[in-house]
């Protein structure tokens, strides 16, 4: 058990609609990042959020937002979803510095049909 | 940009095989490089880490090393098991400036036969 909770575990939804994924990093991690992982893209860095600001920001679409609350969990919306979106969202979660590891949370599978 | 290229899979193996599977990488500056693995229906966990040249990291019987001349990072054990087979990852940690993240291979999927 790595401390980053995901929630929900498996999410199944329509095109065009509107979703939410939910993240607790390890207690006493101010970093949060979100990663997509689909059969055709791998494992792509979506977004990074330190301490309630977003630092750094990857292949994520404009229809995806992220956010970081001062409880430090972070939420990532995705909106007017399409088939592709279907894939595995992974939160990870770090302490601060360049030489720390990321604990990946179990992730949550979103299928959209 | 940053880039990692891992060897093409699928890799099926003996138990008690010895295993290499190759990681090399493109990058700017001196990223710390990593091994993360994700056994089926489970999320990704760190295997090992080398932070600058030169350094072997090392967990469960698995070791890589950080060489910076050949821009490589490969992933090997003296003698796998069952419980190895999993999907193993290949990453650089890309920092600059309090922003970072991680590139990932695209991975490769062991399976060991009894």
């Known amino acids: 058990d790595s401390g980053v909770t995901q929630t929900p575990k498996h999410l199944i939804t329509a095109t065009g609609q509107r979703v939410t994924l939910r993240c607790s990093p390890r207690s006493g991690d101010l970093s949060v990042y979100w990663y997509q992982q689909s059969l055709d893209q791998g494992l792509q860095f979506l977004i990074q959020?330190?301490?309630?600001?977003?630092?750094a920001k990857g292949n994520i679409l404009e229809r995806f937002s992220a956010q970081q609350f001062p409880d430090l969990h972070s939420e990532l919306n995705l909106s007017s979803l399409e088939l592709g979106d279907s894939a595995l969202y992974f939160c990870?979660?770090?302490?601060?510095?360049?030489?720390?590891?990321?604990?990946f949370g179990p992730g949550t599978r979103l299928t959209v049909l | 940009g940053n880039s990692v290229t891992q060897m093409e899979g699928p890799v099926t193996l003996s138990e008690e095989a010895f295993l290499t599977i190759n990681c090399t990488y493109t990058?700017?500056?001196?990223?710390?490089l990593f091994w993360y693995v994700q056994y089926p229906g489970e999320g990704l966990q760190l295997l090992l880490k080398a932070t600058k040249a030169d350094d072997k990291g090392s967990n469960k019987g698995f070791e890589a090393t950080y060489r910076k001349e050949t821009t490589s990072f490969h992933l090997e054990k003296g003698s796998v098991q069952v419980s190895d087979s999993a999907v193993y990852f290949c990453?650089?940690?890309?920092?600059?400036?309090?922003?970072?993240?991680?590139?990932f291979g695209q991975g490769t999927r062991l399976t060991i036969n009894p």
């Open positions: 990453a650089l940690n890309q920092y600059i400036q309090g922003a970072q993240k991680l590139v």
């Open positions: 990058a700017t500056g001196y990223p710390s």
């Open positions: 959020y330190y301490n309630g600001e977003e630092r």
């Open positions: 990870a979660s770090s302490t601060h510095g360049n030489y720390n590891e990321q604990f």
